[in-house]
């Protein structure tokens, strides 16, 4: 099958991909085939929202962390009683039609390698979709497929064993159907923390992380933030995996930790050394008897149809700088490392599309 040129193709149409998608369009780029400079936005989800079609059902617009509106189109006035996962994909899907993005859905990339050794060449983008696979030629990718699909689950000692029930946060519904029993919560970012606060409210809850949080009362604020990013910057600069956002910028106290706090529920507990039938082993070899085991520990980049590029290093990251590949040009990684904030998605969509557009009126790439 004769692959589809394109200047463009842009992967994931979340907040990231669609402020890339925007800005793109600010600076001439229509959706393909058009008669100027082109681009092709791919989406997997089978509807507009990105992830937050898929969160928990209690996440109101009230309690959501870190909503930012995506660049040109402020979020309607909303109820904050409101489920996030109702307002906010229907706002997306507003955006998409108002700024003719052209989202294709459901398009799932299969693959991203290059055409051939031309180091100015295109790079080829295969997909699967419901009218069967693709291929498109693009001069530049765009990826901006987030962490939703990747959920991270450690492996302990014993998990296979365990007779509950474990699931992710991604899987997570309401603290409703965890009714009389036990729940051990592991994890200490900010999922982790608003779940222990609102099952604590229904049932009993342990709350276990490798590391013990050291809490901030000084606030998150704009230094603070500057100083999380650029630890992160560095960090994908030099390949390495971009860790965890509390790992970077600590434990900060926020509604939800207060809350639990007060009322006992906000109790740390050393991580376990093994999970038993009933329960779990605890590091001073105690037993704590357990239903359910919450994985709240995170998410991981999902760029495996990147892996045909070669860009992995041997400490597992791709280096990046300015949103950019250091090792293959053609490549841009937003929603990656210090742009996985909703801020931080609609700035490096901005600083991806003014490079692209800058380059595309160079002769040589005529």
């Given amino acids: 099958m004769d692959a589809q040129p394109v200047d463009v193709a842009v992967i994931g149409a979340g907040q990231a991909g669609l402020s890339a998608a925007y800005h793109l369009r600010r600076r001439g780029f229509a959706p393909a085939p058009a008669a100027g400079p082109d681009m092709v936005v791919l989406d997997a989800e089978a509807s507009p929202g990105g992830a937050w079609q898929h969160r928990w059902e209690s996440l109101r617009m009230g309690t959501v962390n870190g909503i930012h509106e995506l660049p040109g189109f402020a979020v309607p006035p909303a109820d904050p009683a409101a489920s996030s996962r109702d307002v906010l994909p229907a706002y997306f899907a507003e955006y998409e039609r108002r700024f003719d993005l052209a989202v294709q859905r459901p398009v799932r990339v299969r693959a991203v390698r290059r ?208 949103t950019r590949s250091i090792d293959e040009p053609r490549l841009f990684l937003i929603g990656y490392g210090p742009s996985q904030s909703t801020v931080g998605a609609n700035r490096a969509g901005r600083t991806a599309a003014r490079a692209i557009s800058l380059e595309s009126r160079s002769p040589a790439l005529a």
């Fill in 115 to 322: 055409a051939d050794d031309d180091l100015h060449g295109r790079l080829l983008v295969s997909t699967d979709g419901a009218g069967g696979s693709h291929t498109w030629a693009a001069r530049y990718v765009i990826n901006a497929t987030g962490m939703w699909r990747r959920p991270f689950w450690p492996t302990v000692a014993g998990q296979a064993r365990f007779a509950g029930r474990q699931l992710h946060v991604h899987d997570y519904v309401s603290a409703a159907e965890f009714s009389g029993a036990r729940v051990a919560i592991v994890g200490a970012g900010v999922s982790a923390i608003q779940l222990l606060d609102e099952i604590s409210r229904a049932t009993s809850t342990l709350w276990v992380s490798r590391r013990e949080p050291q809490w901030d009362a000084t606030g998150f604020d704009t230094a603070a933030r500057i100083q999380a990013i650029a630890g992160v910057e560095e960090r994908v600069r030099q390949g390495l995996p971009p860790g965890s956002v509390v790992s970077v910028t600590g434990a900060h106290w926020s509604p939800w930790a207060q809350a639990a706090k007060d009322r006992g529920a906000l109790v740390w507990h050393p991580m376990f050394t093994a999970i038993e039938e009933h329960g779990l082993r605890m590091a001073d070899g105690s037993f704590e008897p357990v239903d359910v085991i919450l994985w709240a520990t995170g998410f991981r980049a999902d760029i495996t149809h990147l892996s045909p590029l070669g860009l992995r290093t041997p400490a597992g990251g791709i280096r990046v700088r300015d």
